[in-house]
């Protein structure tokens, strides 16, 4: 077992480096780059990378004794326990493979715009809309299609409603959401809510638990959403897409994943391609990472419902309880128990299990993890 980071750190980004990026559990989630005040690291393939000539593992701030990077990285040493000491008091039992849960519902806007735009049921707009309309929060660090690639995706900073419906919906390229984080400070904002997968939503817990609290205190809300993967753009949109399913990428207006990968396009057709066939485009970052269920969110969500329309919702912190809470209580959203879809929560589950087994037995803390999980070959 890796041992916790000190309370007085001497790591640096040389064993954040060696440990996590060249080793291939970085997930790129960029937390090393918004956390590095010195700007000398940037995001190239997916991953961190030194931009200085010092060398892609050395760096003379880390010499001088900077260790923001790996203080904010939520995949250094012993992550996990760290986070859920912070948010829950305790790390998570063994048998809690989808994290510390206080609840689990179905849910979905009430707003019929919302409804519409939103993927699936739209809580998430309808939170986020409805957060920066009453004040709690004055920016959404999130995705957006990208204005360069078609359906690529690129982090956004967002402020009104309008900016939040033109972001929703699911994107199955990879967004570093977080350094839209950067974005929000030259903004002047301060009350943020980050929307992200698992990998993202562990780094304001990680900065937190590790006194990054320059922009740990930024972040008032964090949504995670449930994800397995992602694709590399080249992947999804240009050998399955283009080539395989003989898209053109102007025709799609709409990418899901039901099972199966489910393209959407303007003359109304569902073209469907499978999901173990497209394992050989996954993003390189996502082939380690053991976390479907976005853990360390205040409320996790996904798209795991027998039918369309409704969103999975897992409520998890003090801080995701009470803004649900008060959500219901505006009538921004409406919901019934998770218990009226068990094969959701069973399917979730598993999803969760199945990507505790990526996570490489040399890096589990004592009781983090479920005992008896495979730990992924090297190099899968």
């Known amino acids: 077992m ?4 000190p309370a007085k750190d001497n790591t640096q980004w040389t064993h954040l480096y060696n440990e996590v990026v060249a080793t291939g559990l970085c997930t790129g ?5 918004v956390a590095c005040p010195f700007h000398v690291l940037g995001y190239e393939d997916y991953k961190p990378v030194q931009l200085q000539e010092d060398g892609p593992d050395k760096c003379a701030h880390g010499d001088k004794g900077c260790s ?10 012993e992550w996990e326990p760290e986070i859920d000491r912070l948010l829950f008091g305790e790390p998570r039992q063994p048998d809690e493979v989808m994290g510390h849960v206080d609840e689990i519902v179905l849910a979905r806007a009430t707003a019929p715009e919302v409804l519409m735009q939103g993927q699936d049921g739209g809580v998430v707009s309808a939170l986020l809309i409805w957060g920066l309309e009453n004040g709690e929060i004055d920016g959404v660090c999130t995705s957006k299609l990208s204005d360069e690639r078609p359906w690529d995706c690129e982090p956004a900073v967002v402020t009104d409603r309008e900016g939040v419906l033109a972001a929703a919906g699911s994107r199955y390229t990879y967004s570093p959401n977080p350094l839209a984080m950067l974005k929000a400070a030259e ?6 809510a980050l929307v992200g997968m698992g990998c993202q939503a562990s780094a304001p817990g990680s900065m937190a ?19 397995s993967k992602s694709f590399t753009y080249d992947g999804l949109m240009v050998e399955i897409a283009q080539k395989e399913l003989g898209l053109d990428l102007d025709e799609i207006v709409r990418v899901n994943i039901k099972g199966k990968l489910l393209f959407y396009t303007k003359d109304g057709r569902e073209l469907t391609y499978s999901l173990k066939k497209s394992h050989q485009y996954t993003r390189p970052g996502c082939l380690r ?3 479907f269920t976005a853990e360390h969110a205040d409320l996790s969500f996904g798209g795991l419902g027998q039918g369309e329309g409704w969103t999975l919702v897992i409520i ?5 309880r009470d803004l649900w809470d008060r959500a219901v209580a505006d009538g921004v959203v409406e919901w019934r128990p998770g218990s009226e879809d068990e094969g959701a929560i069973e399917l979730m589950r598993k999803l969760a299990v199945k990507s505790l087994e990526r996570w490489p037995s040399e890096h589990l803390s ?9 730990p992924v070959a090297e190099g899968a």
């Open 316 to 320: 998890r912190t003090p801080k995701g």
């Open 2 to 5: 890796l041992a916790s980071v």
């Open 29 to 33: 989630c960029t937390a090393c780059i």
């Open 289 to 291: 990472c053991p976390d």
């Open 209 to 227: 638990a590790r006194r990054v609290n320059k922009w740990a205190k930024k972040v008032h809300w964090t949504f995670g959403l449930l994800c």
């Open 68 to 77: 923001l990077c790996t203080l904010a990285c939520p995949r250094f040493r």
């Open 366 to 374: 004592e009781g983090s993890r479920t005992p008896g999980l495979v």
């Open 187 to 192: 903004m002047g904002l301060s009350k943020l």
